[in-house]
C-alpha cells in the first residue's frame, strides 16, 4: 500500500515543509527518529490471530439498552510483551478559526508491533478535551501512557485488528488557548484541519487502505477509519458525524455530546434530530456509519450522554440503538460503572469500544469479499 502511495506522496510533501524537531518553536518535545516499520528481523506476521468479541457484550440496563462497559483487566495497564510505538510526526496547516494564517503543529503516531509499510492497516484518529493536547491520549514516545499498553494488549490477545492510532490536539501551536466556551469556536473549525491537513499527511507517511491522498480515496477507504475523543473531544468526534462522513464510517465519542453548552453543559437542542439531518445531507444513510458512545456512572457528563442517546432513540428512521453486531443497530450507548471524568474513563472506553469497532470492520471486510 505504502508503494503504491508513492507518486501522490511526493506531489504532496512537495507542498509541505515539515519542520525540524530543534527549530520547532510551537513545542517542547523531544527529538525521536521517523517510524517506517517496526518489524525486526524474522518477524513476517503479526503475532496472534484476530478473534470477534461481540459475544462478550452484556447490558447493564437492558430496558434502555444501555451496554455494561467492563473494567480494563489489570494486567492491560502495564507494558504488553508485544509493544507498539509512538512517534510524533510535524505538519503544517492553517488557524482556519481565525484568521487561517499558516501554523506548524505536531501529533503523535501510534504505530502497531510489527508495523510494515507494505501493509494495510485500520487507522483512528484521537482528539482530546479542555487544555489538553497531543500527548494527551498516548504520551509521548518517551514517556507512554497506560493507554499505550491497552492498546498493546488488545491487539496483542487478538481483540482488535492492529491498526494505526493518531493522536492530535485542536490548539493552534500545540498550544493551550484560553476560551470562554469551552473550546466550541475551535472545534467548529477544526474539521477543516483535520480533513485538508492531518489525514493526508499521516496518510502519505502510513500505510493505510487509502489508495490516494484525495477525497476519492478517503472515501473509498472510510470503512478502516475511525474518529474519537474525550470531552470536548468527544464533541469534536459528534461534529464529525455531521461534517465529515465521507471520511469516517466508525465514531468513538466519549463523555462529550454534540451539545454541550457552557452553562451548566447541558443543552435543550436536540442532537439526534441535528446529527440525522446531517447524516441525510451528506448523502448517507442509517446502514454507513457506526456509533459507540461510552462515559461512566460518576462521570459528570453521564447526564448530557443520556440526554443525547435519549435524542438519538428518538430519531428511529435514521438509528437503532443496541448492542453492535446485533442486526441493523448502529449506535451502542456503554456505561463503565464507578468510572469518571478522567484518563481512567478514557482507557474503560476504549477497552469497551475499540474491540467492538474492530470486530465490525472486520464481519464488513469478510461480507464485501
Given amino acids: 500500500m505504502k ?12 507542498t509541505m515543509t515539515f519542520i525540524s524537531v530543534s527549530g520547532c518553536s510551537c513545542s517542547n518535545k523531544e527529538n525521536t527518529d521517523n517510524v517506517t516499520s517496526n518489524s525486526t528481523a524474522g518477524e513476517s506476521e503479526v503475532f496472534g490471530n484476530y478473534s470477534p468479541v461481540l459475544g462478550e457484550i452484556t447490558y447493564l440496563d437492558s430496558d434502555e439498552k444501555i451496554i455494561d462497559n467492563k473494567k480494563v483487566f ?8 508485544h509493544q507498539g510505538k509512538l512517534q510524533y510526526e510535524d505538519y503544517n496547516t492553517y488557524d482556519y478559526d481565525e484568521d487561517n494564517h499558516p501554523m506548524e503543529k505536531y501529533l503523535v503516531v501510534y504505530t502497531p508491533y510489527g508495523y510494515d509499510n507494505n ?3 485500520d487507522i483512528m484518529y484521537l482528539t482530546h478535551g479542555h487544555t489538553g493536547g497531543a500527548t494527551t491520549w498516548l504520551g509521548s514516545p518517551t514517556d507512554p501512557y497506560e493507554m499505550k499498553n491497552v492498546l498493546d494488549h488488545l491487539m496483542e490477545d487478538g481483540k482488535v485488528r492492529p491498526m494505526i492510532v493518531v493522536s492530535m490536539t485542536y490548539y493552534d501551536d500545540n498550544k493551550d488557548e484560553e476560551t470562554s466556551d469551552y473550546d466550541s469556536q475551535i472545534l467548529n473549525s477544526f474539521g ?13 507517511k502510513y500505510s493505510t487502505y487509502a489508495k490516494s491522498l484525495d477525497l476519492e480515496g478517503f472515501k473509498a477507504s472510510r470503512d ?6 474525550f470531552s470536548m473531544g468527544g464533541v469534536t468526534t459528534c461534529l464529525q458525524i455531521c461534517e465529515s462522513m465521507d471520511y469516517f464510517r466508525y465514531y468513538m465519542p466519549v463523555s462529550g455530546t454534540l451539545y454541550w453548552s457552557t452553562a451548566g453543559r447541558s443543552s435543550s437542542s436536540n442532537p439526534g434530530k441535528r446529527m440525522e439531518e446531517a447524516i441525510k445531507a451528506q448523502g448517507y444513510t442509517k446502514d454507513d456509519f457506526y456509533i459507540y458512545m461510552s462515559t461512566g456512572t460518576v462521570d459528570f457528563a453521564k447526564s448530557t450522554m443520556d440526554r443525547q442517546f435519549d435524542s438519538i ?15 441493523g443497530v448502529n449506535c451502542s450507548y456503554g456505561v463503565g460503572t464507578g468510572e469518571g471524568h478522567n484518563s481512567h474513563g478514557r482507557e474503560t472506553a476504549t477497552f469497551n469500544a475499540l474491540p467492538a469497532i474492530s470486530s465490525l470492520i472486520g464481519k464488513s471486510e469478510v461480507n464485501n469479499i
Fill in 74 to 81: 489489570d494486567n492491560y495497564e502495564q507494558p504488553a510483551t
Fill in 119 to 121: 501493509k494495510e492497516y
Fill in 313 to 327: 432513540k428518538a430519531c428511529t428512521d435514521m438509528f437503532t440503538v443496541g448492542k453492535p453486531g446485533e442486526a
Fill in 3 to 14: 508503494n503504491r502511495k508513492k507518486i501522490l506522496a511526493a506531489c504532496l510533501l512537495f
Fill in 224 to 229: 478502516h477509519r475511525i474518529m474519537g475523543g
Fill in 192 to 204: 477543516k484541519e483535520l480533513r485538508n491537513d492531518i489525514i493526508p499527511m499521516v496518510e502519505s
